[in-house]
Structures are given as structure tokens and as C-alpha cells.
T-cell receptor, first 116, second 115 residues
Framework: AQTVTQSQPEMSVQEAETVTLSCTYDTSENNYYLFWYKQPPSRQMILVIRQEAYKQQNATENRFSVNFQKAAKSFSLKISDSQLGDTAMYFC?????????????FGQGTTLQVKP | GAVVSQHPSWVICKSGTSVKIECRSLDFQATTMFWYRQFPKQSLMLMATSNEGSKATYEQGVEKDKFLINHASLTLSTLTVTSAHPEDSSFYIC???????????FGNGTRLTVT
């Protein structure tokens, strides 16, 4: 069974600085997707970034980038030039290719506080 | 972009009554919808997977008679919390999936308070 682990329950960063959120996962599959979701105080789930496991190139979306290390089963999220609006809970998630079920396995979440 | 509407956004009900939560995909047909429960400052816990026209698949530990799921069309799934008790108070979120490599789209969630 797949598992996703986020070992940092809470983190804080000063506005305009860079922060990295950690995520590791466990799977025996070779093809899968990895995601980072953001959940601000409104509790809306917002997709931040997605990575396909077969792609070696790390995904990037504006100030958000990932460091995907497939062999190490690590998928960290880097937020550059942190903004107050980045304050949220961040979830790492895994989705298998198999069967196209759409089933997401979430990590425990990391609460990020951006300080002015 | 794809939109999922979840209604109501919040509801207060009395213990022993039932409450229905709707999840609609507004601009796409969802092959699968998922229902999650989330406690404060915790992760999303998958309750069940719902496919149109078939019975929902419940995760271990989730009472199917307590949490009734109906997926009558490719755009609508409902979660009914039957005979609600205060311990059912929580935040419930749905998501819709249209298959392939498309991402999941989440509703805005429903905050249920049982008094």
C-alpha cells in the first residue's frame, strides 16, 4: 500500500524568503502522479503543482517548484519569495496510474505561516 | 477551469436528524466522485468512492448505513448523514474526477455541526 509522509507539522517563514516543505512517499509502482495542494483558512483545496513520475524534469509553477527524487521517493515543495497569501496548510498527495481511479493518498499536512 | 459546487457550505442540525450534502460538477462529467472528512488541522480522510450508477465503495471503518452516498448522474453525488450525532460534526469535502490524467477538482466543503 502507498503511504505519504510529511514530517513537518508546522513551519514559518518571513515574507519574501524561501521555504521548503518536505514529503516522502512509499510505493512499489513505477508510474504515478504526485501533487501539492494548498488549503488556506477558507479550507478550499487548491492544486499548487503536479508532477508525473515518468518526467525527470522538476515541475515549476511561478514561485512554486518541486524537487522530485524518484529513487529516494522524495517530493519537496519550494516556495520562493513567500507572500502572506501563502499562509495555509499544504498537503502532499500521491495518485497511482493504475486503473485511473483518481484516488488520492494524502500526507498529514504542513501548516505554513508566512510572517510579515 | 473545472468547477465543483458543494452545497450547503455550512449546516447546523439537531441530533437524530439527517442532512444531505450535494456535490455537483458544473462543467464536466465526473466518472468518479470522492467524499472526505476533515478534522481541524488534520489531513483529509477518504470516506468513500462514488461511481455513477453503482454502489459506493467505503473505506474501512466508515459506516455505510450512517453515511449514505448516491451518485445518480455523472454530475451529481450526494452524501446523507443519517441520524446525525454530535460526533459527526466535521468538515466534509467532495472531489470530482473525469478520468485519465486529469486532476481532481474539489468542492468548497461543508461544515456540519450537530447540536
Amino acid at each position: 500500500a502507498q503511504t505519504v509522509t510529511q514530517s513537518q507539522p508546522e513551519m514559518s517563514v518571513q515574507e519574501a524568503e524561501t521555504v521548503t516543505l518536505s514529503c516522502t512517499y512509499d510505493t512499489s509502482e513505477n508510474n504515478y502522479y504526485l501533487f501539492w495542494y494548498k488549503q488556506p483558512p477558507s479550507r478550499q483545496m487548491i492544486l499548487v503543482i503536479r508532477q508525473e513520475a515518468y518526467k525527470q524534469q522538476n515541475a515549476t509553477e511561478n514561485r512554486f517548484s518541486v524537487n522530485f527524487q524518484k529513487a529516494a521517493k522524495s517530493f519537496s515543495l519550494k516556495i520562493s519569495d513567500s507572500q502572506l497569501g501563502d499562509t495555509a496548510m499544504y498537503f502532499c498527495a500521491f495518485m497511482s496510474y493504475s486503473g485511473n481511479t483518481g484516488k488520492l493518498i494524502f500526507g498529514q499536512g504542513t501548516t505554513l505561516q508566512v510572517k510579515p | 477551469g473545472a468547477v465543483v459546487s458543494q452545497h450547503p457550505s455550512w449546516v447546523i442540525c439537531k441530533s437524530g436528524t439527517s442532512v444531505k450534502i450535494e456535490c455537483r460538477s458544473l462543467d464536466f462529467q465526473a466518472t468518479t466522485m470522492f467524499w472526505y472528512r476533515q478534522f481541524p488541522k488534520q489531513s483529509l480522510m477518504l470516506m468513500a468512492t462514488s461511481n455513477e450508477g453503482s454502489k459506493a465503495t467505503y473505506e474501512q471503518g466508515v459506516e455505510k448505513d450512517k453515511f449514505l452516498i448516491n451518485h445518480a448522474s455523472l454530475t451529481l453525488s450526494t452524501l446523507t448523514v443519517t441520524s446525525a450525532h454530535p460526533e459527526d460534526s466535521s468538515f466534509y469535502i467532495c472531489s470530482a474526477y473525469r478520468g485519465g490524467n486529469s486532476p481532481l477538482h474539489f468542492g468548497n466543503g461543508t461544515r456540519l455541526t450537530v447540536t
